[in-house]
């Protein structure tokens, strides 16, 4: 009922306005001065202020949940009373009335009610466009006259946010880009730098825009990209590349740099300044502008956009463990760290959860070195095409049947990675014992952490129509996996970016992957070689 009332006293409001429809009906047209509009508001605004609830709302409408944890229909918490703060404040209402206040305390308060129950996955329109619109309106107007007090509002619902360089990293990551944007040469401190390269390493993407054709800004820019970055150069990116396919942006209105690491956009940088057509919403004649930003958030995030608040890096765990898992990754000549926090991301999600520390070196080591690592677990990681030499098959051949165990990981899904990671296991152990991993593995099947399905990203989904299994091949010696292939990406996941182009499973996925990898490896015991072994050379 309350629903009709608010609606019905809206309406009244807008049919004062609504003389072309009474002449319609061939009644005769009726003059209203200014008086009788002021008359009609404020008839309005004394219903609107006549059904406010002691606390400050105007309530609720729908269930929440029913008994299987779902909405049985539309389920509001913020709507209505934002509607109703909105069309008191267009109509003149202070935002400092104690009436007011109250109202946008409590809608303040119940914004937290309505992401937490986002994130449980419960059904309410109170964060599709039309609720979550009518807040940011109403956060808007309040800021005009409460010195944005409601600013902090504002950046939840719309999900973007202002930072300082002086601000921690930590304070940056429930946004996956960072926007930076200017005219004149940047000045960036030794502390900038690796606040920025830290971010980046842990899963976010810079945004650059050079605005005011300011070739210093774009030149200063270029210059940080070679400090944060040494290892990869930024690139043009071709007409026919899938990211100007998201939004058909075409004719060149929009062009863009990118540096790529192999399987996700560090920096996107355009010399373009797109902003001028947001700053001056020239829709009709700026489209390519907002095209352009749209294609930035799906191409870095597949839409897959967390609340504000959120943050996807975790502490650092405390302790005590209850075992300790030594694991590698491996040093050979190609991109074989293109995500170099991956293992420290995973490592503090282990000791959080499972009380497992993982002990590994912070750069990969030499495979040559492999035998004295004391390590369980050996990752070999790439992006492109690889050649090994002798005496590096040998390490990993003589590890492996030692009784570690290796993971080849195609890294993105990167096919070149992956042939040559195909044609170096079928070289050392033969490509016909390169099989799937059945279910039945031990690696699948760990107490309490079985895994029967997984969730891959996009590109796999549509790769992989209908999959739902995990995809790991192996080679096996008796039921004992001794060397793991994934053409689907694993160890970048464990940084937990979303992505729109990688290959692989989706971050949760890839960590119960890599979690039942690394504890299944601390279970195997050294095989020691017999004397015979020991003096024969390895065969290549």
């Known amino acids: 009922m309350r629903i009709q009332i608010i609606v019905t006293a809206i309406t009244v409001l807008v049919a004062c306005f609504s003389q072309p429809a009474q002449a319609q009906r061939g009644k005769p047209v009726k003059s209203f001065t200014d008086g009788d509009v002021s008359k009609a508001i404020e008839k309005g605004v004394s219903y609107l202020w006549s059904t406010q609830l002691d606390d400050g709302s105007w309530g609720d409408v729908g269930v ?164 944060l970055f040494p290892k990869y150069e930024l690139q043009v990116i071709g007409p026919d590349h899938e990211f100007y396919k998201l939004h058909g942006l075409t004719g060149g209105k929009a062009r863009f740099s990118m540096i790529h690491n192999g399987i996700r956009p560090l920096v996107l940088h355009t010399d373009d300044d797109l902003s001028l057509h947001w700053q001056q919403y020239t829709v009709a004649t700026g489209k390519h502008a907002f095209d352009a930003a749209s294609t930035v958030l799906l191409y870095v995030t597949d839409k897959q956009i967390k609340n504000r608040g959120a943050n996807s890096w975790p502490p650092e765990p405390a302790g005590p463990f209850d075992k300790t898992v030594k694991v590698v990754k491996l040093k050979y000549a190609g991109n074989c760290d293109a995500e170099p926090l991956a293992l420290e991301r995973f490592g503090r999600l282990m000791g959080a959860s499972f009380k497992v520390k993982v002990d590994y070196p912070p750069e990969p080591v030499e495979i040559a070195a492999l035998k004295d690592s004391g390590a369980k677990l050996a990752i070999l990681t790439g992006t492109t095409a690889f050649k090994l030499k002798d005496d590096e098959k040998a390490a990993l051949r003589d590890y492996a049947g030692q009784g570690g165990l290796i993971l080849f990981d195609a890294g993105g899904g990167a096919r070149g990675f992956g042939n040559s990671a195909r044609e170096l296991i079928g070289e050392l152990w033969g490509a016909d014992n390169l099989l799937p991993l059945p279910l039945s593995s031990p690696v699948y099947q760990m107490k309490d952490m079985t895994i029967e399905k997984v969730k891959y990203r996009r590109v796999t989904r549509a790769r992989l129509v209908g999959v739902k299994e995990p995809c790991l091949m192996a080679i096996l010696a008796g039921d004992r996996p001794k060397v793991i292939f994934s053409q689907e990406d694993v160890v970048s996941g464990l940084v937990g970016f979303p992505s729109y182009a990688c290959d692989g499973y989706d971050p949760e996925s890839a960590f119960n992957v890599m979690r039942n990898i690394v504890l299944y490896a601390a279970t195997l015991t050294p095989i020691q070689p017999s004397p015979a072994s020991q003096s024969q050379p390895a065969k290549q």
């Open 64 to 227: 929440p949940k029913n008994e299987r944890g779902a909405s049985e229909d539309l389920y509001y918490i913020t709507g209505l009373t934002a509607l109703a703060c909105y069309a008191l404040l267009d109509s003149g209402t202070d935002a400092q009335d104690p009436r007011m206040q109250k109202a946008l305390d409590w809608m303040a308060k119940n914004q937290e009610k309505f992401l937490e129950l986002k994130d449980a996955q419960v059904e309410t329109t109170d964060w599709r466009t039309y609720s979550v619109g009518l807040r940011c309106n109403v956060w808007l107007s309040a800021n005009k006259t409460t010195k944005n007090k409601y600013q902090k509002n504002l950046e939840k619902d719309v999900n973007w946010q202002i930072i300082t360089l002086k601000s921690e990293v930590g304070e940056w990551h429930d946004a996956p880009i960072v926007y930076i944007g200017g005219s004149v040469k940047p000045d960036f401190s030794d502390e900038d730098v690796a606040k920025l390269r830290t971010y980046v390493r842990q899963g976010g993407t810079l945004f650059v825009m050079t605005q005011c054709g300011g070739g210093a800004f774009s030149l200063g820019m270029k210059d940080l990209y070679k400090k």
